[in-house]
């Protein structure tokens, strides 16, 4: 019994929830502290962070009280509440986004599952087998169905991946060819997306009718949807024709459920292909997570952006994946990278391809005949209402033509559709659009007739029209030839048992969060609580298609709006946009707020960014990607950033300074004290700071970026605030900007966000992934702003601990003024190559053997190790992982004294 506890606090909640996130409890802190040689936590942070940017008073954020911190089912039901405010309609919208039936044993075992939903980007394949066939499986499911042999293991969403897909075409034509073409019946944030990617790479957009605009040669590729953003099937072989003869690439964004029956785009003369695999058993989340694909042609593959999993073999010659193109090598780089992508969407393509596994080809194509043969059936039916469909043969769309006299106009049908609880898409003033789903059946398709004429119910009924025009495949030239998904993995787990039984078997080949700490620096791997995930799995969630109309998801509004209260105090800026889907797209989405900031008053040729050298190479590739030049800034000896060479650089640049990009702390573990004078200088050469917010853990309730300098700053949500890793994504990179930036805030075609000057789109959909967002707002709801002030003070106490551990045997590279490091610090081994022939890969992997992750790996200095434990992680824990390291010490110890053998020892036998 606690006898400390009074009464009355005795009657509070006893489910409170930072004492279940911080793995340290105060014996062991005060332990800790002690062998750090610090009274309290105070005394350490303020020996750490520099007192010239402290915050002056303790964080508190609205509608928290931190005397009285929430109970975790409290708060769950409150969220519940606010849940319920969304309703949750059908939507046959369509646009690229159709609901589907999530397999219970996928949603339980994959995606409500640590197992999966917790491990890393798999860049260590001793320990990711698992994760690596899964992606495999992904790719085969995406190469199959498009008949183009090269795939990647997923893009943030099918908008985006087209404006790769783009990239890809231009520099294919080694920027050339400066003209882009889009067929006007792409889905309008697809071309929202690519418009806005064009601005910053100078390529000039046309958008028309393909069949009839001249392809000439100065387009570097064309871009097609097949079938089209009202449902149609074109035949697009004449154009891709045209567009090889033009020397351009054809890049179609396709539907996979559509290609199990149509002819795919690699048959009639696609280079590329595009998509969204969400109808691949991925619940719609109000606009994602959902992976996007991008397959290529042989030819391409080393314009392909993202990552690519590979088949190889293992040391003793048997078959084993591993990361065979990955995002690190565009990172590597750096300004010379083609795409920023790092990132992406990996638990949700895990989740596709097993629905593929699942279903296998005959289920898939079951599905689809279904589909379409519904498709169909309501066509037909509306004909006969008086509705006037265009020719030609459909999948899941169409486009109706009402008769006004009969049926109203499109806004009538839309508003009788609602009070059914359903939503259609408007066309036009007399034009739906209407896009069947996996979910569609025979009452849904009677319902839509009753809707259209009027709520008068029809005399014929969805069986008896079945009957009358039977299945028939889709007509030539698009009928699909042959068989799909020959791959044994699409045939051997048909019952549920076998599939379960694969799932665990491949989730048991991996390390995750469920087995040990994963102390990878810069990664943020801290604890994603069970609470946190429960609602992403609500319907109230995760069942609203992204354009579903506004009115349905005001508990959404509430919830964005009390997360973007909350990021606001923590961090001190103005405004956010949660339209960025990972911390990449953050960057590239605040750099081009920068320019249109600085365009917007004149200043057009403001185009150079500062970056140091020490910066993640995606910063680089970001600025390029915004049309940026990129100028290096020196760091010095200690790993800070160069104060002389910033303001020498920034003078030096001053009339075409757009801004500096900054990672604080540093990418080197370290609070620079001199970051306001940093941020000084470049103001004063007329330039914009963005923060690279990727290391915000170490200072929430500490120090706020926009107080010591920063305008506009993204963050890791998938860092920070808890979204889990899922393997590598998803996650979210919201942007925060101070006021002056606010009206360049992203926007959206088809709902209109961000600011009345937006610079373009970034994302898909209106607020990127919704449906992982109240993972962050439970987070912040549960801990407070005490709760969270200590998880940086613990982040930084743990960080430190381990340096003092492990400083006596191992070289700690950068250090403060005053000898500590932030929240993550670095190792270097470089000195064992001499001594021992050991490098960083075979400590990495000795490391396995001990039962732990890696560290980060040769970033941001070649030959270490980057270690970030967190706060999540306990006294004990820590302790083991540093015990593993003196251990492995002494092993090369044993090697540099001839003990053990300089080849044949457990270092390289790792
Ligand atoms: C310092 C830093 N900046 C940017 C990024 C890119 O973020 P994301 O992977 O969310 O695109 C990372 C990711 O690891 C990072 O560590």
Redesign the pocket.
């Known amino acids: 019994m606690n006898d400390r506890l009074a009464p009355n606090a005795l009657l509070d909640p006893s489910d409170t929830f930072a004492e279940r996130h911080l793995g340290s409890d105060a014996e062991e802190q005060r332990a800790m502290l002690a062998a750090l040689g610090y009274g309290d936590l105070e005394e350490l942070v303020a020996a750490t962070v520099p007192a010239s940017i402290r915050q002056a008073e303790p964080l508190r954020l609205s509608g928290l009280d931190d005397e009285r911190p929430l109970g975790e089912h409290e708060l769950l039901e409150r969220l519940g509440q606010i849940a319920a405010k969304n309703r949750v309609f059908r939507s046959l919208i369509g646009m690229g986004y159709a609901d589907c039936l999530v397999p219970a044993v996928i949603q339980r075992n994959v995606l409500e599952n640590p197992g999966w939903y917790t491990p890393y980007t798999p860049y260590q394949a001793e320990i990711s087998q698992g994760r690596l066939e899964a992606l495999l499986n992904f790719q085969t499911l995406v190469a199959d169905l498009t008949a183009l042999p090269v795939a990647n293991a997923s893009l943030l969403d099918e908008a985006t991946a087209a404006a790769e897909a783009m990239t890809m075409a231009y520099n294919a034509a080694k920027g050339r060819r400066g003209v882009f073409f889009a067929a006007a019946d792409c889905h309008p944030q697809t071309l929202a997306v690519v418009e806005t990617r064009a601005t910053g790479l100078g390529i000039e957009v046309v958008v028309g009718d393909p069949a009839t605009a001249e392809l000439d040669q100065r387009l570097c590729g064309v871009l097609l949807q097949y079938p089209s953003t009202d449902g149609r099937l074109h035949d697009l072989a004449p154009v891709a024709e045209r567009a090889r003869a033009a020397g351009a690439l054809t890049i179609v964004a396709c539907d996979l459920l559509a290609l199990t029956l149509l002819r795919p785009p690699g048959a009639f003369g696609a280079d590329v292909a595009v998509g969204n695999s969400q109808r691949f058993g991925v619940p719609l989340g109000y606009g994602g997570p959902h992976a996007a694909f991008l397959a290529c042609d042989e030819r391409l593959k080393r314009l392909l952006p993202g990552r690519v999993i590979g088949v190889s073999k293992d040391a003793r010659g048997r078959l084993a994946y591993r990361m065979a193109m990955q995002t690190r090598e565009q990172h590597i780089r750096r300004e010379k990278a083609t795409s920023n992508i790092?990132?992406a969407q990996v638990l949700l393509a895990i989740m596709a391809g097993m629905y593929a596994v699942y279903h296998g080809p005959e289920g898939l194509r079951r599905i689809a005949r279904r589909v379409r043969l519904l498709t169909r059936v309501l066509a037909a039916g509306l004909e006969r209402l008086g509705c006037t469909l265009p020719d030609g043969p459909v999948f899941d769309t169409l486009r109706v033509e009402l008769d006004a006299e009969r049926h109203g106009t499109a806004d009538e049908v839309i508003a009788r559709a609602h009070t059914r609880r359903i939503n259609l898409r408007r066309l036009g003033a007399g034009a739906l659009g209407i896009t069947l789903d996996e979910r569609s059946d025979r009452h849904e398709v009677e319902a839509l007739w009753t809707i259209v004429d009027g709520y008068r119910a029809p005399s014929f009924n969805a069986g008896q029209l079945a009957v009358e025009i039977g299945e028939e495949p889709p007509p030539a030239p698009h009928a699909r030839d042959g068989e799909i998904l020959r791959h044994p993995v699409f045939h051997l787990y048909r019952t549920e048992h076998e599939m379960l039984r694969y799932l665990n078997r491949l989730e048991r080949r991996d390390l995750s969060l469920t087995t040990s700490m994963i102390p990878l620096g810069?990664?943020t791997m801290k604890l994603n609580a069970t609470s946190e995930m429960l609602p992403v799995s609500w319907p109230a969630f995760n069942a609203l298609h992204p354009f579903a109309p506004v009115a349905q998801a005001t508990g959404y509004r509430e919830l964005i709006r009390q997360l973007e209260t909350w990021l606001c105090e923590i961090t001190g800026f103005d405004a956010f946009s949660f339209q960025p889907n990972?911390?990449?797209?953050g960057?590239y989405s605040g750099l081009m707020t920068i320019r249109a900031y600085h365009r917007s008053r004149g200043d057009d040729a403001r185009d150079v960014c500062l970056i140091p050298v020490s910066a993640?190479g995606?910063?680089p590739a970001s600025a390029v990607m915004a049309g940026l030049t990129v100028v290096p800034v020196a760091c010095d000896e200690r790993g800070n950033v160069d104060l002389a060479d910033v303001r020498a650089k920034a003078a030096a640049h001053a009339p075409r300074l757009a801004a500096l990009m900054i990672?604080y702390p540093s990418?080197h573990g370290v609070f620079e004290e001199s970051i306001r004078e940093v941020c000084d200088a470049i103001h004063q050469a007329g330039g914009q700071v963005y923060l690279?917010g990727?290391?915000l853990n170490a200072q929430v309730g500490l120090c706020r970026p926009a107080e010591y300098g920063a305008d506009v700053a993204h963050l890791?949500l998938?860092k920070t605030f808890c979204i889990p890793h899922g393997g590598g994504g998803p996650?979210m990179?919201p942007i925060g900007v101070k006021s002056h930036l606010a009206p360049f805030l992203p926007t959206h075609p088809v709902i209109p966000v961000g600011g009345p000057q937006a610079f373009g789109t970034v994302a898909a959909a209106p607020w990127g992934s919704p449906s992982i967002l109240p993972i962050s707002w439970v987070y912040i709801a549960l801990m407070g702003g005490r709760g969270l002030t200590d998880a940086s003070r613990l982040a930084i106490l743990h960080a430190n601990y381990v340096a003092h551990r492990l400083g006596g045997e191992y070289k700690v590279l950068y250090r403060g003024e005053r000898g500590r490091v932030a929240h993550e610090l670095i190792l270097d081994l470089r000195p064992f190559k001499k001594s021992a022939g050991v490098e960083a890969e075979d400590v990495a992997k000795r490391l396995m053997d001990y039962g732990f992750h890696a560290p980060t790996m040769s970033f941001p200095v070649p030959g270490t190790l980057m270690i970030e434990p967190t706060e999540s992680e306990s006294k004990a824990e820590l302790d083991r992982f540093c015990d593993a390291l003196l251990a492995i010490r002494e092993e090369i110890r044993a090697i540099e004294d001839g003990r053990l053998d300089p080849v044949d020892n457990p270092l390289k036998n790792a």
Do not use: R
Not at 582 to 585: F, I, L, N, P
């Open positions: 790092c990132t810069s990664c990972s911390g990449a797209q960057e993640h995606t910063n990672t990418t690279d990727a290391n890791n998938h996650g990179g």
